[in-house]
């Protein structure tokens, strides 16, 4: 499947930087029709962990609210990953890509674990052709999305069960040569897999007062790519508490972005915190991350017909300062 932007399957591939700073991950996530959802990350190694080490961080969400969160240290000598695709080993568990359009990720722990086919719906996508959030010539931070929808099934593994699944999924690829801490301090990330549309967006902070903000935004309707602008505008607000942390994060965010053939609008609201958690493990302060129990309105318009539709999105907000 031909890339956008540019994208190549080497883009996924491993980015090696010789800093003790250097942290790589592929970020793996599904959503089954039985409404469990899991994420994996093969982190090579962990950004959030100070010093980086090898990693398989793996989260399953249950119908019942479980919330199923381990971090697997891996032995360095155990793993490797390719320069020319998505093809990482860590001990017995592995990502790769199989053929063109098909990743196989495996990965488990005594608490849970996936073994799952991605068959690639749309192209690649390296934004603005370059696949950077930041930049300032000596520190970097990199992030690009080989599969922006992907149908997924296999099994998923809670405990002492097997259960299979199938559904949609998503993968993403994270990689820098500084703690990521030091030049950025927040972001929103979030993305919509409606029945016609997907939708993905990413919209970040800088560390350092007088740097621009970066944002990344991507629609496709069916199996193609319609809209990929340079930035878009995010407007947050109203609060929402997360008592047992004593912070306040956006409840609702309002999106807008527009091209040459397409406009697009989304109000989200989120109602709940689904997932949150301490990072305290990586910086000489606490950092934090959010999941968030979402609902959306979209309007789209494009080829001069407008649709307006409905969905339940993935919101998340990261805290690093």
């Not at 919330?67 to 568990?93: L, N, R």
């Not at 993403?172 to 979030?190: A, I, Q, T, V, Y």
């Not at 993905?200 to 944002?215: M, V």
Request: charged fraction near 25%; hydrophobic fraction near 30%.
């Amino acid at each position: 499947m031909s890339g956008t932007m540019g994208y190549q399957d080497k883009d996924d591939g491993r980015h090696f930087y010789d800093t003790p700073d250097y942290y790589e991950w592929w970020y793996f996530d599904g959503h089954f029709d039985n409404g469990y959802t899991c994420a994996l990350g093969f982190h090579f190694p962990f950004a959030h962990y100070k010093p980086h080490f090898p990693a398989l961080n793996i989260s399953i969400y249950t119908p019942d609210g479980q919330d199923i969160a381990i971090v697997k240290p891996i032995d360095p000598g155990t793993c490797s990953a390719s320069a020319e695709k998505c093809d990482v080993k860590m001990g017995e568990y592995f990502a790769r890509q199989e053929s063109d359009d098909t990743y196989h990720i495996y990965g488990k722990s005594e608490r849970g674990g996936a073994d799952l086919i991605f068959r690639r719906k749309l192209p690649g996508w390296k934004p603005l052709g370059k696949g950077y959030l930041y930049d300032n010539g000596t520190e970097k931070q990199n992030w690009l999305v080989p599969c922006p929808r992907a149908e997924v099934e296999g099994t998923l593994y809670v405990g002492d069960k097997s259960i299979n699944v199938k559904g949609l999924g998503y993968h993403d690829h994270n990689w820098g040569n500084c703690e990521m801490e030091d030049s950025l301090h927040s972001w929103f990330w979030g993305r919509l897999h409606h029945p016609e549309y997907t939708v993905i967006y990413y919209y970040l902070y800088p560390a350092r007062k007088g740097e621009p903000d970066e944002s990344r935004f991507y629609l496709a309707k069916g199996d193609k790519p319609i809209l990929l602008p340079d930035h878009f505008n995010l407007k947050y607000s109203n609060e929402i508490k997360d008592e047992q942390f004593n912070k306040s994060i956006a409840s609702d965010l309002a999106i807008s972005a527009k091209g040459d053939d397409a406009q697009f609008k989304m109000d989200v609201h989120c109602s709940a915190i689904s997932t949150h958690a301490i990072i305290d493990h990586a910086a000489a302060w606490k950092q934090y991350y959010w999941r968030l129990v979402a609902d959306c309105k979209a309007e789209i318009t494009y080829g001069g017909k407008t649709d307006k539709i409905t969905g339940k999105p993935n919101s998340e907000y990261m805290l690093l300062r």
